[in-house]
C-alpha cells in the first residue's frame, strides 16, 4: 500500500477525531476561508491541508475550500496566494518546494519570503536511505566505502529533478564525500517499483511507504534522514549518528498566509492550529503514519523558510540542476 493512501486513510480518521474539537473564533459570522493547495489532490499536502482547514474554519465560524492549483512545482499556486487580501480569508499550505523553487526556476513572480507570511510549520515527515538487498552495505559506512569503490556507478533514484528526494541524495553525496548516478522518476511510484525489482540500487523514500518493505526483507534501510529515528523503523539510525553529523533533513507542511498579514491574526492562526496539533488524537494519528506534528512559531518558521531557501540554493548550484 503506498504513503498516499497511508495519508489518506489518516486524514480521514483525523476528521474524525477532530470533529468534536472546540476551538474559539476569531470572526464573527459565517466566513468561506479558500485555502489554496499548490499540490494535487491525493497529496500529503492536500491531506494535511483538508484536516487543518476544516478546523481553522470552524475556529473562524465559517467553512473551508480548498483550491488544489497544481503545477510548475507550485509557483503558479503561490502566486494566486501572494496577491490574496490580507485578511486571513485566503491561507495556503506549501511544502519544501516553496524554499525550493527560487534556486530552480530562472524566474518567479513572487519573492518567497518577503511575499508570504509564515504561520506554522504544521507537521513534518522524515526520509529513510533504503537499498535493495543486492548492495552489499548494511549502514552509512558500509555504503560510503562501497561508492567509493565502484567511482560513482552506484545508482540512487528520486521521484524527479529538483524534487525534495533528489535534494536528498544531492546532500548524501555533498556530505559523505562520494558520487553516485542519478536516476530521476516521475513521482514516486515507479521510483519504488524499480527499487524492488533492482533496476536501481538506492533512494530515499517516505519513511511510510518504505517500512512496509523494510519490514518485509525486500529493501535495507541504510539511515533516516532526521536527527531522531523514526517509530515506524526504530532500528534505523540518523545518518547524523552514523558520521554525517550536520545531516537533517526533511519533507515538512507549512501553513502561510500573503505577505503582510497583521500580527494578531497570524498569532491566532498559529494558536489555532497549535490547539488541534496538541490533541493526543490528533498526534496519535500523524504519528502511526509517519508523520510528526511540529506547530512552530511564526518566527521559527520564518527562520526555517530563510535557512533552507539558503541550503537547497547551496546544493542546487553544486548539482548544477535546473527546471527552466
Known amino acids: 500500500m503506498n504513503s498516499i493512501s497511508s495519508r489518506r486513510r489518516a486524514v480521514a480518521a483525523i476528521l474524525a477525531l477532530s470533529a468534536a474539537l472546540p476551538f474559539p473564533s476569531f470572526a464573527q459570522g459565517d466566513k468561506t476561508v479558500r485555502m489554496i493547495v499548490p499540490n494535487a489532490p ?39 496566494l501572494t496577491r490574496a487580501a490580507k485578511d486571513g480569508l485566503t491561507l495556503g499550505m506549501v511544502s519544501n518546494n516553496h524554499v525550493v523553487n527560487p534556486s530552480l526556476y530562472k524566474k518567479i513572480p513572487y519573492d518567497a519570503i518577503k511575499d508570504i507570511t509564515p504561520i506554522t510549520v504544521v507537521a513534518g515527515s522524515p526520509f529513510v536511505l533504503v537499498a535493495h538487498p543486492s548492495v552489499q552495505a548494511r549502514d552509512l559506512k558500509e555504503l560510503v566505502a562501497l561508492a567509493k569503490a565502484n567511482n560513482g556507478e552506484l545508482t540512487i533514484g528520486s521521484s524527479g529533478n529538483g524534487t525534495i528526494l533528489h535534494l536528498a541524495a544531492e ?33 530515499f523514500l517516505g519513511v511510510t511507504g518504505a517500512a512496509q518493505h523494510v519490514k518485509a526483507g525486500k529493501l535495507n534501510a541504510i539511515g533516516v534522514s532526521t536527527a531522531t529515528p523514526s517509530p515506524l523503523l526504530p532500528n534505523a539510525l540518523p545518518l547524523a ?18 505577505g503582510g498579514l497583521p500580527a494578531p491574526m497570524v498569532s491566532k492562526l498559529y494558536n489555532d492550529t497549535k490547539a488541534l496539533l496538541g490533541t493526543k488524537e490528533v498526534q496519535d494519528a500523524l504519528t502511526a503514519q509517519g508523520f510528526t506534528p511540529m506547530g512552530t512559531a511564526p518566527d521559527a518558521t520564518a527562520a526555517l523558510f530563510q535557512n533552507e531557501l539558503t541550503r537547497y540554493a547551496k546544493l542546487i548550484k553544486q548539482s548544477g540542476m535546473t527546471i527552466d
Open 241 to 258: 549518528q552514523q558520521g554525517l553529523t550536520n545531516f537533517n533533513l526533511q519533507g515538512w507542511i507549512a501553513l502561510i498566509g500573503p
Open 42 to 80: 491525493g497529496s500529503s499536502v492536500d491531506a494535511l491541508s483538508r484536516t487543518v482547514g476544516d478546523k481553522l474554519a470552524r475556529a473562524a465560524g465559517g467553512n473551508i475550500v480548498i483550491e488544489n492549483l497544481p503545477g510548475a512545482g507550485g509557483v503558479p499556486g503561490t502566486a494566486q
Open 171 to 203: 546532500a548524501l553525496q555533498s556530505e559523505a564525500g562520494i558520487k553516485l548516478r542519478h536516476v530521476p522518476y516521475k513521482g514516486t511510484g515507479q521510483l519504488t517499483t524499480d527499487l524492488l525489482g533492482g533496476q536501481i540500487q538506492l533512494a
